[in-house]
């Protein structure tokens, strides 16, 4: 058991090694694309919920 925690030990190590830091450009892409992302996920849901209410509507009082 003590040879599978070294040897991911090793693992992360290598990995660490291997990582950079992005440039400032990719950042602002990569921070882009994210916001960018979230915002369709936000409009989909609002539309979502409105049609859901539009639906679901049923006026008081009648007419």
């Known amino acids: 058991m003590n040879l599978d925690i070294?040897?991911?030990?090793?693992?992360?190590?290598?990995t660490l090694k291997l990582a950079k830091k992005?440039?400032?450009?990719d950042y602002i892409i990569n921070l882009r694309l994210i916001g960018l992302g979230l915002s369709i996920i936000?409009?989909?849901?609002?539309?979502?919920q409105f049609i859901s209410t539009?639906?679901?509507?049923?006026?008081?009082?009648?007419g």
């Open 22 to 25: 992005p440039s400032k450009e």
């Open 54 to 62: 539009l639906i679901t509507f049923v006026p008081i009082g009648g």
């Open 42 to 48: 936000g409009i989909l849901g609002f539309i979502i």
């Open 6 to 14: 070294e040897k991911k030990m090793r693992e992360w190590y290598s």
